[in-house]
């Protein structure tokens, strides 16, 4: 009932209305949360189903929430300018980048202790996916993707550059992240059916299992504005984009590339330009939005 609260209030007439649904839908969460925190504690089999399903339902209340919190940062109303000055701006998204990441993940504490009771139980047929096809690029288009992809590794793979233990961490992020693009793009029937602009995705789920599986050393790498993390960050917001008709997350993939190009500054547009272009994110008004703000950005770029 809170998600769908929540999903009403968008296209409420009224502030009034609007208020009113949203009142609902916190009023409900937070009914919820209170009750799951508790249980949260001592999960066993006869709870760990229940556990799960209330963790997505939180998942998707986390990731539209994030998602009125970007809109309200980047798009301030009309005619009242926002008083952050442009490292307080970053400083924010790289927090709500770090709220929707570390509560995908927090489906782990119940999936990791409790799989094989999931994996078996009335869930079974959502949780199991050992239909899922080989990682392996389906057509043209995702090879050139994955050549693309690849090509990220040369930011931390240079002779100039010493080694670095963080660089373990990035290379099996982006390894995940290829594995996922080329998974998906076997999942995508692109002949024969009724088509979105990048086709009919057979699960759509298997866009949000890169971010839960990401370590908590990659997470913690957002979190201090690591530029090579951001660059993945933004690559990955490709797949849950490619997702038009779920409404939770619908502006998922925009606001991490927004939130990127951010972090990042205009000296390393270039690295995220791929993405930017396949999501409808303009770079030149975002950067000129913000070119007004006298300080840059928070982690001085490496490159």
């Not at 939180?58 to 109303?77: C, I």
């Amino acid at each position: 009932m809170a998600i769908s609260a929540l999903h009403v209030s968008k296209y409420a007439e009224t502030e009034r209305e609007r208020k009113h649904f949203r009142d609902i839908a916190t009023y409900q969460i937070n009914t919820g949360l209170i009750r799951y925190r508790e249980t949260l504690a001592d999960v066993t089999e006869a709870n760990a189903e229940s556990l799960l399903v209330f963790s997505v339902t939180a998942t998707a209340w986390a990731l539209l929430t994030t998602a009125d919190d970007f809109m309200s940062l980047l798009n301030p109303e009309t005619g009242r300018k926002s008083e952050l000055d442009r490292r307080a701006t970053i400083e924010r998204t790289v927090a709500y980048t770090s709220k929707m990441l570390r509560t995908l993940r927090g489906v782990l504490v119940i999936l990791v202790p409790c799989w094989h009771l999931i994996a078996n139980g009335i869930l079974a047929d959502v949780a199991k996916r050992d239909w899922w096809p080989y990682p392996v690029p389906a057509f043209a288009e995702a090879f050139e993707d994955d050549k693309r992809l690849a090509n990220l590794e040369t930011m931390w793979m240079t002779p100039n550059r010493p080694y670095e233990y963080n660089f373990d961490v990035l290379k099996n992020a982006l390894k995940t992240l290829r594995d996922d693009f080329a998974r998906i793009s076997q999942l995508t029937l692109t002949e024969g059916t009724q088509r979105t602009r990048y086709g009919r995705i057979t699960d759509w789920t298997a866009v949000l299992t890169w971010p839960i599986g990401l370590p908590l050393h990659f997470v913690e790498f957002v979190e201090a504005a690591q530029p090579e993390a951001w660059v993945l960050l933004a690559h990955y917001a490709m797949l849950p984009a490619k997702i038009e008709h779920v409404f939770w997350i619908q502006d998922f993939g925009p606001n991490l590339v927004t939130a990127a190009a951010l972090v990042l500054g205009e000296k390393m547009r270039t690295w995220i330009e791929w993405p930017a272009q396949a999501i409808g994110v303009d770079l030149d008004a975002l950067y000129l939005a913000h070119s007004h703000s006298p300080t840059g950005t928070v982690h001085q770029s490496v490159f």
